[in-house]
């Protein structure tokens, strides 16, 4: 005989030869679920708990085996013994008892209770959020190591079944690899059944039915789920459809899901589009909340404190205000003021940093669209923007200088003209060059050994004729050191620097006073981002010591004063900005004063949010153990930085929040694939942003776009004539000219020609941030000169020292901001520059698609035919033939493999 096995019990029986020789039959049942070990002789049962067995002993015999166990009963120690039993049995009886015996019971019902509730979880019906799986695994951590040495010997014992232990289960949910990937599969599972059964759902939620991506945007229901959509791609459908799947599953009530969106135009459209859903959906339930950051800020606010906020609605005007009474009323400011913009207005980069002459042009037409933008205080006209910053900073320290006066000497020969230095002091006769040299004393990669020998023929002249030089260099630009540099070099030779008087100090401010506004907006924006990240100016300095360069320095020493003034101001008439708003409604809630319902939260337009705002949503997450996120948004529209939006809260996700389950929206409804293609490739040059191919349900590629470089004059009769062939090819065509700054609409006549095309044409203008989430058929951008387009202002890097993760990217705002404007056009996008001014977007455009510079015959338009494969982003798409018919491929396969439909006429 020997053992017989059964569900949770084993059974051992005497041997074939203890049987033969008269052994006593019995039969001894070890049962694991109820802990018990049995012993049965004829009518005699002896019931033992495992649990009460001290000792197990195993001894060998000649023909057989007997194990004898010790345990303890209510008459004291008692010891019985079991003979007869083979070797195997024996050993197995032994091991067995001794294994269970010391079998934790609370363990092993917890481990039982975690088997069942996975096992119920893996298998439901339901989607399996990370939260759920933790929820499942309550009580595993604190046991598993007692558990896994015991389940290693059943496993060896192969007794598993007596265990009532399914050890596979028990080995994944104590693998983290395998219960992941286990979870993973029973959701793929989950989504793939419920978009079956939810079809008629999916085809009535809005008016068109989902996509696939749509669905699974749906379907996913992580803990934190992250929606990133493409422009057009149907993303408010998409919130409509999740919250309609949250209320219509039961999953939550109406009034446990709040929507957010930073607008109040958006707000109000996505309020509409989920209360017509649940009209439809799920009628007589209470209206879902749908409301704006602040709007939701401001309620939370006036339910804590029991009154309604005094609200500062436009601190940009706030920041206008103060700086024009600090102008007025503290003298320091004004001087260090004036010192800014004179010297410091524009960010810095040394002709050493450029690799090419054009490069460098480029750069010098972002400030310089004429010679006058190089005129100094004193009225000089400069070389350079280094030459004019060093001309205004001896200007306000009352150093005496002229600029380019010809040397005391006749230098002028068969090679040189007459030498002329940068600058003469003439109070102790000292010349000064301005070298444009590195740290290392190599110029720019492009200029040749001209400028060397240039240099040395120079310090050779002031040696033949013994005649003082002082030299700076670029490289004290870009260490952000010139001004230390050149204060110490002009003492050193007898100079001394008196800053001059008030009366002067208005006058430079006259002069330099249509520049103020670039420095007021950037402070705005700047102190924007210092309250949404709660800092202040000093701890701004304080952070970056001796890495402040001489503009970041001086830069923060205004800003201290404006924050100081800013804040007596809002102080001073009882008011409250946006950010102070949602500052005071996080700690409400955090601190539970504040009672909401909220356990599932959409957030809309995710790439504008900002630290404040991360604050205020985790804060609402952690009211609820069962909360879910839906943030959707997509990081080429981040736009409103200037406002206190960080994209890095978008694009590392993940360090505010905790890892989401991200779900793409790639295929837009709006532009058609030429346009979609060129401002996906145009954006993606950024590798900070998520990389993602747009696919656009018009498949049209050529004729999608077209740069007008139209001379100075010509741009009304231009434009004019092309709106006259839109009006007689596409009647009621929408035309949108969008611009950089409303002054560029100016320039045109849009009203004359709203006029004239009245009832053919709907024709508006908008700046770009305006026209976000908007279309039109045509769309003209304006102004895509060097300096405006794009703004040095948007990308300042003084905005970084208040970002906890500053953009590295060069004009990465900018390059958003074209995207958008780019994918408000439906058929075609006109970009307008003037002609000899183009900004680098121009030129990068031109060279990203292959775009021959070849004019039309007015001089005035280049085709853009050539469209970038929406998947590498390095190729163009090319007309191909298979046999399967026509087709358009990627110029770089077989390594881009990307193609699609050709467009039938």
């Not at 004898?68 to 007869?84: A, E, F, Q």
């Not at 002009?490 to 249509?514: F, H, N």
């Not at 959409?602 to 205020?616: G, M, T, Y």
């Amino acid at each position: 005989m020997g053992e017989v096995h059964d569900q949770n019990t084993l059974a051992f029986t005497p041997c074939l030869l203890a049987r033969v020789l008269g052994c006593r039959d019995f039969r001894v049942e070890v049962d694991a679920h109820k802990l018990y070990l049995e012993i049965m002789r004829g009518t005699q049962v002896e019931q033992i708990s495992l649990i009460a067995i001290s000792s197990v002993d195993l001894k060998r015999g000649l023909f057989w085996n007997s194990v004898s166990l010790m345990y303890g009963s209510p008459n004291g120690p008692h010891t019985t013994k079991v003979g007869g039993l083979s070797g195997h049995s024996a050993k197995r009886l032994a091991s067995m008892t001794d294994l269970l015996r010391s079998w934790n019971t609370q363990s092993a019902c917890v481990v039982r209770a975690i088997g069942l509730r996975l096992d119920s979880l893996l298998s439901g019906k339901n989607y399996i959020a990370r939260r759920d799986l933790v929820r499942a695994m309550a009580g595993a951590n604190g046991i598993e190591h007692e558990v896994l040495a015991d389940i290693r010997k059943a496993r060896a014992l192969d007794i598993s079944n007596v265990l009532d232990l399914d050890l596979e289960q028990v080995g994944l949910f104590f693998d983290a690899g395998r219960i992941e990937q286990a979870r993973v599969e029973a959701n793929l599972r989950v989504v793939k059944q419920a978009k079956e059964d939810l079809r008629g759902f999916f085809s009535t939620v809005e008016k068109m039915p989902l996509s696939e991506e749509q669905q699974d945007a749906t379907l996913i229901d992580e803990d934190l789920n992250l929606v990133i959509a493409a422009a057009g791609s149907g993303k408010t459908s998409t919130i409509v459809s999740k919250v309609a799947h949250w209320v219509a599953s039961g999953r939550y009530q109406p009034e446990e899901v709040m929507a957010l969106a930073f607008a109040g135009d958006a707000a109000k459209e996505l309020r509409a589009r989920i209360h017509t859903m649940q009209e439809r959906i799920c009628p007589d339930t209470a209206p879902i909340t749908v409301s704006t950051f602040h709007s939701f800020g401001n309620g939370i606010v006036r339910q804590v404190l029991g009154k309604k906020l005094n609200v500062c609605k436009d601190p940009p005007n706030v920041v206008h205000e103060v700086v024009q009474a600090l102008l007025r009323e503290d003298h320091a400011f004004l001087r260090d003021w004036v010192s800014f913009i004179a010297i410091f207005l524009r960010p810095m980069k040394a002709r050493t940093e450029f690799d090419s002459l054009e490069a460098y042009n480029a750069h010098l037409r972002k400030f310089t669209a004429n010679r006058n933008d190089l005129r100094t205080l004193k009225g000089d006209l400069v070389a350079s923007l280094e030459e004019l910053a060093i001309s205004n900073f001896l200007f306000l320290n009352g150093v005496r200088y002229e600029y380019e006066r010809p040397y005391e000497h006749d230098t002028s020969d068969a090679e040189h003209r007459q030498y002329a230095p940068d600058f003469f002091y003439p109070d102790v006769s000292l010349y000064h060059e301005h070298f444009g040299v590195d740290a290392n004393g190599r110029p720019a990669p492009f200029l040749d050994s001209d400028y060397l020998e240039g240099i040395l023929w120079k310090r050779k002249i002031h040696t033949q004729y013994r005649t003082k030089l002082m030299e700076t260099t670029s490289a004290m630009f870009t260490n952000g050191t010139i001004l230390e540099r050149l204060t110490s070099m002009l003492r050193q030779q007898g100079l001394v620097l008196t800053p001059i008087s008030g009366v002067e100090l208005e006058s430079a401010l006259a002069k330099i006073k249509g520049l103020s506004a670039g420095p007021e907006k950037l402070m705005a924006s700047f102190l924007a981002h210092l309250k949404t990240n709660g800092l202040t100016p000093e701890q701004v300095a304080e952070r970056l010591g001796r890495k402040a360069d001489e503009r970041a320095a001086l830069f923060l020493q205004v800003m201290s004063r404006v924050y100081k003034a800013y804040g007596d101001h809002l102080a001073k008439y009882g008011l409250v900005d946006f950010s102070d708003m949602i500052l005071l409604a996080t700690e409400y809630v955090r601190t539970g004063k504040a009672k909401t319902s909220i356990k599932a939260l959409v957030v809309d337009e995710f790439q504008d949010i900002s630290s404040a705002r991360v604050s205020l949503v985790n804060a609402i997450l952690r009211l609820s153990p069962d909360s879910r996120l839906l943030a959707v948004g997509d990081d080429w529209q981040a736009i409103y930085r200037f406002a206190g939006s960080d994209v890095a809260l978008m694009t590392h996700f993940q360090d505010y929040f905790g890892q989401p389950a991200i779900t793409r929206l790639t295929k837009t409804y709006r532009c058609n694939q030429g346009i979609a293609s060129l401002a996906a490739a145009f954006v993606q040059r950024n590798p900070a942003q998520y990389q993602k191919m747009v696919v656009a349900h018009d498949d049209r590629t050529d004729g999608c776009v077209d740069i007008l470089r139209i001379s100075r004059g010509g741009h009304a009769q231009v434009i004019g004539d092309i709106l006259g062939n839109i009006a007689s090819q596409t009647p009621r065509a929408k035309v949108f000219f969008l611009a950089r700054y409303r002054s560029e609409g100016e320039r045109l006549p849009i009203e004359v020609w709203r006029a004239k095309f009245r009832g053919v044409l709907d024709i508006s203008f908008k700046t770009m941030h305006e026209a976000k989430g908007l279309e039109a058929d045509h769309v003209f951008i304006l102004g895509m000169n060097a300096g405006g387009f794009p703004s040095e202002i948007a990308d300042d890097p003084l905005l970084a020292l208040a970002m906890p993760r500053p953009e590295s990217f060069e004009h990465a705002e900018e390059r958003r901001l074209l995207y958008v404007a780019l994918t408000c056009a439906r058929h075609h996008v006109y970009l307008v520059a003037d002609k000899g001014k183009e900004s680098c977007f121009i030129r990068e455009i031109e060279a990203l698609l292959g775009v021959d510079n070849s004019l039309s015959a007015d001089g005035s338009v280049t085709g853009v035919r050539k469209v970038p494969c929406p998947q590498c982003g390095k190729g163009i798409l090319l007309d191909r033939q298979g046999k399967h018919g026509a087709f358009k491929g990627c110029s770089k396969y077989p390594a881009c493999r990307y193609t699609t439909a050709a467009r039938v006429a």
